[in-house]
Nanobody
C-alpha cells in the first residue's frame, strides 16, 4: 500500500512558477512509476506528466510540454512537478498517482486507469 500526499498548490498570477510535491509512504519508491494529472471544474481528469521509477524517462502532455518538468528524488520518496509560465487554463486540482512497476520494467503510464494509488489533490489557481 502506498499513500500519496500532494503539496505546493496555491494562487499565482499568469506567468508565475509553482512547484508541486508528492510525498509517498512505503518502501522502495523507485519501484513505482509516478504520474501527475489535473482536473478542472466540469472537465475530465487529464494527464500532465509521468516518470519511470528510476527517473530516467519522462513523458508530458502536449499542453504543458516545455513549461513543465517532472522529477523525482527516490531517497526522499518524493516526486515533483515544476510548472513555469503558468496560464489561467492550467488552473485545476492536481493529483499525483503511482503504480508499482517492479514486474513491468522501466515504464510509465499516461492513462489514469493504469494507476493504482492516488493522492488527495492540491489546488492550483492562476489569475490572469
Amino acid at each position: 500500500q502506498v499513500q500519496l500526499v500532494e503539496s505546493g498548490g496555491g494562487l499565482v498570477q499568469a506567468g508565475d512558477s509553482l512547484r508541486l510535491s508528492c510525498a509517498a509512504s512505503g518502501r522502495t519508491f523507485s519501484n513505482y512509476a509516478m504520474g501527475w494529472f489535473r482536473q478542472a471544474p466540469g472537465k475530465e481528469r487529464e494527464f500532465v506528466a509521468a516518470i519511470i521509477g528510476s527517473g530516467g524517462n519522462t513523458r508530458y502532455a502536449d499542453s504543458v510540454k516545455g513549461r513543465v518538468t517532472i522529477s523525482r528524488d527516490n531517497a526522499k520518496n518524493t516526486v515533483y512537478l515544476q510548472m513555469n509560465s503558468l496560464k489561467p487554463q492550467d488552473a485545476a486540482v492536481y493529483y499525483c498517482a503511482a503504480r508499482n512497476t517492479y514486474y513491468s520494467g522501466s515504464i510509465y503510464y499516461t492513462s489514469q486507469y493504469d494507476y493504482v494509488y492516488w493522492g488527495q489533490g492540491t489546488q492550483v489557481t492562476v489569475s490572469s
